[in-house]
């Protein structure tokens, strides 16, 4: 879906007895190129952040279905373990959020215990900016690890999977 250059035109008064135009353009980077920035910056990551992402599938043309990988926090109950997920970006993204699910079982307020999907309550989700991007979500999952809700939550056997 090919999106236009949007351009807003703006018109404000300069002074007492003069007028004038501020013209303010914004450049809305259609789906395809933006997910391609993603791929890129997701195979060029360094591990150091704790997050990584990528496409599921080599020969997924259309960039809809990607695998995000947490290092869980050190000294949290998520220390120590790898946490996988699934990420759907649909058709408008990123004008609306990806579907995101742990793929591993997880103990954490913003993730459904039986299924592992993502709630849409989630403020990252439910406030959702066309400007965040795949990473910022998985930093932002890495961050609640670390959050006083979710650090100290008992967490599932290491290694169990949603169905």
Known sequence: LAQAIL??????????????SVFKMAVVVPRNFRLLDELEKGQKGDATSGVSWGLERGDD????????????PLGTAFDNRIYSLSIVCGPSYPDTPPE???????NMSCADERTGKLKNAWPMLAKWKRDYTI?????QL????SSTANRRLPQPPEGAMYS
């Open 7 to 20: 351009v807003q035109f703006r018109r404000s008064a300069c002074g007492p007895a003069t007028f004038c």
């Open 61 to 72: 043309i259309m960039l809809t279905e990607w695998n995000g990988t947490i290092f869980g």
């Open 100 to 106: 995101v699910k742990f793929n591993t079982q997880i």
């Open 135 to 139: 990473e910022n979500v998985l930093q």
């Open 142 to 145: 890495r961050n609640e690890m």
